[in-house]
C-alpha cells in the first residue's frame, strides 16, 4: 500500500503565496498518477492539479492555471504544489492522492479513480 502525507498549508492574505508537498511512501508505479484536490466546507471536493510520478503531462484546473505549478518534489516520489497569487476562493483543505496505475488523461480530474488519500492540508487566504 501507498501512504501519502501532504505538509505546508497555512494561512496568506491575498496575493501571497504557499508551497505544498505531497510524499509517498511505499512502491507508487510510476506511470501512476498523483495529484491535489481541495475541498471547502459546505462544497463538493473540487480538483486542482495532476501529473506522474514520473513526471509525464500535467493537468490543471481552470480556476488555478497561471497561477499553480505541479513539479517534483525531492525525490521521485514527492511531489510539490507552488501556490502563487492566492485568492480567498482558494482557501480549503488540499489533499493529494494517488492512483495505483495509470488511467487515461481526461480522467485525471475525477476524484474517484484515485485510490490513496492523504490526510489533508489547511490553506486559508483572507482578503
Known amino acids: 500500500q501507498v501512504q501519502l502525507t501532504e505538509s505546508g498549508g497555512g494561512s496568506v492574505q491575498t496575493g501571497g503565496s504557499l508551497t505544498l508537498s505531497c510524499a509517498a511512501s511505499g512502491h507508487p508505479v510510476d506511470e501512476s498518477n498523483v495529484g491535489w484536490f481541495r475541498q471547502a466546507p459546505g462544497k463538493e471536493r473540487e480538483f486542482v492539479a495532476a501529473?506522474?510520478?514520473?513526471?509525464?503531462?500535467?493537468k490543471y484546473a481552470d480556476s488555478v492555471k497561471g497561477r499553480f505549478t505541479l513539479s517534483r518534489g525531492s525525490h521521485r516520489y514527492s511531489k510539490i504544489l507552488q501556490m502563487n497569487n492566492l485568492m480567498p476562493e482558494d482557501t480549503a483543505v488540499y489533499y493529494c492522492a494517488a492512483r495505483s496505475r495509470s488511467i487515461i488523461f481526461g480522467r485525471w480530474g475525477d476524484a474517484d479513480v484515485y485510490d490513496w488519500w492523504g490526510q489533508g492540508t489547511q490553506v486559508t487566504v483572507s482578503s
Open positions: 501529473t506522474e510520478w514520473n513526471g509525464g503531462s500535467t
